[in-house]
């Protein structure tokens, strides 16, 4: 991939009616809503793309608002914590839902991705 090519990968795609991204200080925060499965987890996955293209990435994934996650989900979460982590960054979920917890439990993530409750210095002003 050319230079060029990487310098695009960090522009946030539109929002949709799925994802949206916005930066939060040092954070990028992909906002997730709705139900996300296998007919969905594409505009999840060009969200995440884009927030993980860069060097050292620092990534949140707030899954506050998400009615519906399966394993469609969870494989887009598992690829994009992987490229973050090759580019010396991180990727964190943010959800405060038992399903989600319960859904990471059973398959074997929450190790990997303990939740946040909320985006760190939310809310302070």
Do not use: K, Q
């Amino acid at each position: 991939m050319t230079p060029d090519a990487d310098d695009r990968a960090f522009e946030p795609p539109a929002a949709n009616a799925h994802a949206r991204t916005r930066a939060d200080g040092r954070f990028t925060v992909v906002v997730v809503s709705g139900e996300i499965d296998l007919a969905t987890a594409e505009f999840l996955t060009e969200h995440l793309d884009a927030a993980t293209a860069g060097p050292r990435p620092d990534v949140l994934v707030d899954l506050r608002r998400v009615e519906f996650f399966d394993c469609s989900g969870l494989r887009v979460l598992c690829r994009a914590e992987s490229r973050a982590r090759e580019r010396d960054g991180r990727l964190r979920l943010v959800s405060d839902r038992p399903a989600i917890r319960r859904l990471l439990a059973g398959a074997g993530l929450l190790g990997r991705f303990p939740p946040l409750p909320d985006v760190p210095g939310e809310g302070r002003e």
